[in-house]
C-alpha cells in the first residue's frame, strides 16, 4: 500500500493535474469513474509498473521474513546407566547450578564391588606381611642348610685322608661325597625360594595390589555414576522423576534441563533463497517479537549459512526421488543484537518478525563510481526507509492481532 501510494504520487498525480490545468478536464464532467482509465492510462500504467518494480526492489535488497525465532537448546537430564531411582535432591521448575545433584539411582551394586576391592586390597596385603615373613624364614633356612653343607664337607674331607690309610671304606667316602652334593642343591634351593619370595615382595604383590587399587577406582566411578548431576546452571524442566521409577538412557529419560543463557544471544532467521546473493554477514537488520511488542530491536548479521538445510541427503536403503525436496529451503542467518542487553526481555522460544538492510556505503565511497550507479545505489539503500517503517507498523500492529483478531 505504501508503495503504491508513494508510485501514485509520482505518476497518477502529476497526469491529473496535466489532464486537469493543461487540458482544462474536470472530475466529475471529463474525467468520471467510466473515462478514468482513459483519461489517466498513462500515468495508471505507469503507476502499476513503478510499484511492481518498487516493491520487487525493496524485497529484494531489504529482505523480511517473519520465521524469525529465539532458539535454544535443552540438556536431557540421563544418567549413564539403566537402574532405578533411590533418592531425588530437586523439584519440577527448580533452579540449579553445575555440578548440584539431581538424583541417585540405587548403587547397591557398585557398593558390592567397592567392597570386594577393598577385602582384595586387604588380602593383598595381608599376603604381603606373611610374604616378609616367609623371607626371614627362608634366611633360616639358607643359613641351616649352609652350616649342614659345611659339616658334610668336613666330614667327607676327613674321610677322605683316612681313605688314604685304609682306615675307612671307599663307599663310606662315595656316600659322603654324594651327601655333599645334595646339600649344595638345598642350598641353591633355599636361596632360590629367597630370591622367588623377594620378586613376589618387589614385583608381584604390587602389581596386585595396584590391579585391586584400579578396580576399586572403578567401582567408585561406576557407584559416583549412580548419582547424576546438572553438567550446567540452568532450570529443571518436566522433572517428575520419583523414588522407584525405572530411568532408561533409551527411552525414558529423567527430564530436560534449559540453561540458563539458551536463547537469549541471537535470533535466528529463515530468509527466501532469493536473497542468498543479497544477504551478507555485517549488515544492519531490525527485528520486533512477539514476547517483547511495540519494540523495535536492532541487529546485525553475524553468520549466513552456506547451505540449504532442505536439500540434504541421508543415506537410507532407499533411492531419494529429487521431487521429494521440490518444496525450497530457507537461507539460515543468524543475528546479534547491535547493543549489549538488545534481546533482555526477549524469552527464549520467540517468534519474530525481521528485516535486513543493504547498505552500498563503501560503493558509494568509491570516487570512481558512474554517475548512474551513483543514482541507483542511493535509491537502493533509500527505499529501505519503506521497510522500516512497515516493521514499526508490524510491531504496532502484532498485539493487536494476537489478542483480538486471533481470539485471544
Known sequence: MFELILCSMLTIFPDYLFRRYGQGK????????YTMWYELRWGISACLLLTVSLITMIFYFHPSTKSV???????????ESVGRVDEVYVGLNQKVAAGDPLFRLDGAQQEAAIETARRQIAELDAEMTVTKTELITADAQISEAQSALQTAIDEYEMKAQLLKTDAVARREVERLETTVEG???????????????????????????????????????ELDKTTVHAGIAGTVQQFTLRVGDVVNTMIRPAGILVPEQAGRGNLIAGFG??????????????????????????????????????????????????????????????LQPLFPGGLDGVPPGSSCIANAYTNNHDALADPNIGTLKWVYLHVVDTVGLVHAMILRMQAMLLPVQTLVFNGH
Open 69 to 79: 525465532t529465539a532458539i535454544f537448546r535443552t540438556v536431557t537430564i540421563l544418567p
Open 183 to 221: 646339600r649344595k642343591s638345598a642350598v641353591a634351593a633355599t636361596i632360590a625360594t629367597k630370591a622367588t619370595l623377594e620378586t613376589k615382595i618387589a614385583t608381584l604383590l604390587p602389581a596386585q595390589k595396584a590391579s585391586a587399587e584400579a578396580a576399586l577406582a572403578q567401582a567408585q566411578v
Open 273 to 334: 533463497q532469493i536473497e542468498a546473493q543479497v544477504m551478507k554477514p555485517g549488515m544492519i537488520a531490525e527485528a520486533t517479537c512477539i514476547g517483547k511488542p511495540f519494540t523495535i530491536i536492532p541487529l546485525v548479521v553475524t553468520e549466513v549459512q552456506d547451505v540449504i538445510a532442505a536439500g540434504q541427503l541421508r543415506p537410507t536403503d532407499q533411492l531419494i526421488d529429487v521431487q521429494q525436496m521440490a518444496q525450497p529451503g530457507t537461507l539460515t542467518v543468524f
Open 26 to 33: 474536470r472530475i466529475g464532467i471529463d474525467i468520471t469513474l
